[in-house]
């Protein structure tokens, strides 16, 4: 049985292939056209890897077959090569990272030409070459105009090794994903932002009219944008004229509210404890929680921490006198300050771990209960108790009653949150652009394959 030699097939066809052109979409075509795209590789590493191996074999698959169809079928491959990965490719072999990611890419067609993938070749992009970046440069400064972009400082994960800031995803385990042995830090730097926070009601009911969207989807990206109606409760810090806006959705439980917590970040701090006791403590404790994540702090499972401040609020509605907590389980959203209460998990565990008085205001019957017979927090609907005039009502229709006797008494404010913040942006180091945005980067692609073909 004679041997089959598959290179010399492979190099045969692939040549001829080259030679005809045959894979380059055609310029004022009447056939339909159909597009194509795999998602783009990074030029970081030695070469191809059997995970793009086996993304761009099914991206062609789907390609030759609409094109057998009769399509004109638009099927680019380029390179997502001015980014981190680069850079941290480039320094780790010692070159510049214009000459590597530049060798790189040439090496990676190399490969996906052997592995005989229908690419239109002369539609290649290269994200680093100037002739395309120079556009994401324009759209960004059209963002500025249009007051779209803006600096601010803000809390953001940096890795030491990477010199660099990384996004929450990048972040695994408090360490970064591409140096395991090195801890993320919490870094306050100023950021370009893109005010995506001025379409949030638009982008959140835009959602319903996504017809084909899978609802698991849909449901994913509305809590992504976090649409949510509740009040700003007004605790006054005793003593003083100062207020303390708390945004809550949960107003029903108000009465319950046995001690406030503070971000960490917050500016309010050195105010609460200048020239006290607990001015050091709260120092001590604010180092510490720079060091850890932001996705750590945000998880209801670990373990939460907090100091004391020394000083305390007013509760508006019942003028009880509370004390007032720094801890890493708040966020610098808002006002950075949130009310507890016994009927959240994450409150009444740490207010067990630190002594905190707790009590109930919801119980199945209405009829009284004490924390001090329970192992964790009521979280279940139920009848209100020890609620001034609300006592008695089922909880959730007490719920807008209880808003509104908040507005109507000045005690608070009702207000529409996102849990939606404005897009920070800023990434790279020294190399090209320093941001980093995705979407401008399909937008510039979109154009730049554009030409004749649509």
Known sequence: MEEVNFKKIESKWQKAWELKKIFE?????????????VMFPYPSGNGLH???ALNYVIGDILARYKKMQGFNVLHPMGYDALGLPAENAAIKAGTRPQEYTN??????IK???ELGISYDWSRMVNTADPNYYKWDQWIFLKMLEKNLAHQKESDVNWCPKCDTVLANEQVQNGKCWRHEDTEVEIKNLKQWYFKITDY???LYTSIDKLDGWPEKTKAMQKNWIGKSHGVDIYFKLENSDKVLPTFTTRCDTTYSVTFLAVAPESPLIPELVAGTEYEKPAKDFIEKVKKQTLIDRANQEK??????TGKYAINPLNNEKIPIYISNFVLMYGSGVVMCDAHDKRDFRFARKYKIPLKFVISKDG???DPKDFDDAFTDDGILFNSGEFSGMDNRKALPKMADYIEKKGFGKKIINFRLKDWGISRQRYWGLRFQLYTVKNVVLFLFLKKTYL
């Open 103 to 108: 060798n790189a890419i040439k090496n990676y």
């Open 200 to 202: 949030a009601d638009e």
């Open 25 to 37: 979409v055609k310029k004022n075509s009447k056939e339909e056209k159909y597009y194509v795209l």
């Open 303 to 308: 373990e939460k921490q907090g100091v004391f």
């Open 367 to 369: 009829k009284k209960i």
């Open 50 to 52: 059997m995970g793009h």
């Open 111 to 113: 490969q996906q030409k």
